[in-house]
Nanobody
Framework: QVQLVESGGGLVPPGGSLRLSCAAS????????MGWYRQAPGQERELLAI???????NYPDSVKGRFTISRDNAKNTVYLQMNSLKPEDTAVYYC????????????????WGQGTLVTVSS
């Protein structure tokens, strides 16, 4: 089974920075894309950043210039560098991967991590 494990969440003061990591493990043939989402209480899950296999990235305007996604293909790991954090960035942050498993190359699989809490507060 493929698993995503996030780390790096925690408490950070306004204006601070944090880097999240997400490692994919298991029987993976190819990762097509990985992304970061977040969900605040009472709100829908929103896309923050996505990086596809050729390295192309995309961000919504709400985080463009503050958040940066990067990827270590050798480690099947994706990172989210978050700068100039605001209290409204407080949420549970989720990692997502669209991938092909080694034992089932006929279909894509969408996998989610368990989430990591980021709290921006003084």
């Amino acid at each position: 089974q493929v698993q995503l494990v996030e780390s790096g969440g925690g408490l950070v003061p306004p204006g601070g920075s944090l880097r999240l990591s997400c490692a994919a493990s298991g029987s993976i043939f190819r990762i097509n894309a990985m992304g970061w989402y977040r969900q605040a209480p009472g709100q829908e899950r929103e896309l923050l950043a996505i990086i596809i296999s050729d390295g192309h990235t995309n961000y919504p305007d709400s985080v463009k210039g503050r958040f940066t996604i990067s990827r270590d293909n050798a480690k099947n790991t994706v990172y989210l560098q978050m700068n100039s954090l605001k209290p409204e960035d407080t949420a549970v942050y989720y990692c997502n991967a669209n991938l092909i498993q080694a034992g089932d190359r006929n279909r894509d699989l969408n996998v989610w991590g368990q989430g990591t809490l980021v709290t921006v507060s003084s």
